[in-house]
């Protein structure tokens, strides 16, 4: 199932990749300004501590409605997300990287110098659809 996850994420992002190249950008203030209605967040680790105010201020003040999943090992670490409704559940995996999914809207997929965006609707469909699966089988914390 780890295993599973990783492949298909991994497939995911070069398929997504090849398919269209994603815009980059640095811009903590931008990303966020993407974060509207419902997002759902994959993995342990999301970046800067400006990007996670962000995203805790946002779901505070109801512009987004949060669902994260993330590793058991780690949930315990989004107790202010769940404070402000957020949802999050588990799933016994060892992410390596995360993703943001705007619902109907951008993947934003962090990593430790930029952000890397994807705005195409079909292939952030086709992402979304690929995660459905796991919030079947994962656990709320």
Known sequence: MKKLLILVWT?????????NPMTTTTDTKA?????????????VNFDSTEFQRGILQLAQQKVIRVRVMTSPKVAQNFK??????AGIYTIPANFTN?????????????TKSNYQIITDQRNAA?????????WQISKPY
């Open 98 to 110: 995360s993703m943001i999914v705007v619902q109907g809207g951008a993947v934003i997929i962090p």
């Open 126 to 134: 086709a992402m979304t659809g690929l995660m459905t699966q796991y």
């Open 11 to 19: 497939l995911t992002a070069a398929s997504v990749q090849a398919a």
């Open 31 to 43: 990303v966020l300004g993407l974060l509207r209605g419902n997002v759902d967040m994959y993995g």
């Open 80 to 85: 202010p997300l769940k404070a402000v409704g």
